[in-house]
Nanobody, 120 residues
Framework: QAQLVESGGGTVQAGGSLRLSCTEV?????????MGWFRQAPGKDREFVAG????????SYADSVKGRFTISRDNAKNTAYLQMGSLKPEDTAVYYC????????????WGQGTQVTVSS
């Protein structure tokens, strides 16, 4: 069972930046195919934000964050990062990281979530 721990959330003014981290802390050797970031704003469905394939490093982004957010990973530390810039009030949400262990599986493991609040 993978265990994901997120950190780095907080409150920032519009136009500011934050960096979120997500580390797999189980201590076991774990298959990691893709790490993703999702978010859920109050009253809205959870949505995909960004993803990074663990081996290739190939990334993907939601249109709403392209050019403002950057996902990266440190394989040695089993950690993924989400660098968020030019933040907007509509980016306010609980952000979750998730792990897809293999191509044939979904994002089966989720972190506890971290709140990001962007004030105008």
């Amino acid at each position: 069972q993978a265990q994901l721990v997120e950190s780095g959330g907080g409150t920032v003014q519009a136009g500011g930046s934050l960096r979120l981290s997500c580390t797999e802390v189980s201590g076991r050797t774990f298959s990691m195919y893709q790490m993703g970031w999702f978010r859920q704003a109050p009253g809205k469905d959870r949505e995909f934000v960004a993803g990074a394939y663990w081996s290739s490093g190939r990334t993907s982004y939601a249109d709403s964050v392209k050019g403002r957010f950057t996902i990266s990973r440190d394989n040695a530390k089993n950690t993924a990062y989400l660098q968020m810039g030019s933040l907007k009030p509509e980016d306010t949400a609980v952000y979750y990281c998730a792990l897809q262990p293999s191509m044939s599986r979904a994002f089966d493991y989720w972190g506890q979530g971290t709140q990001v609040t962007v004030s105008s």
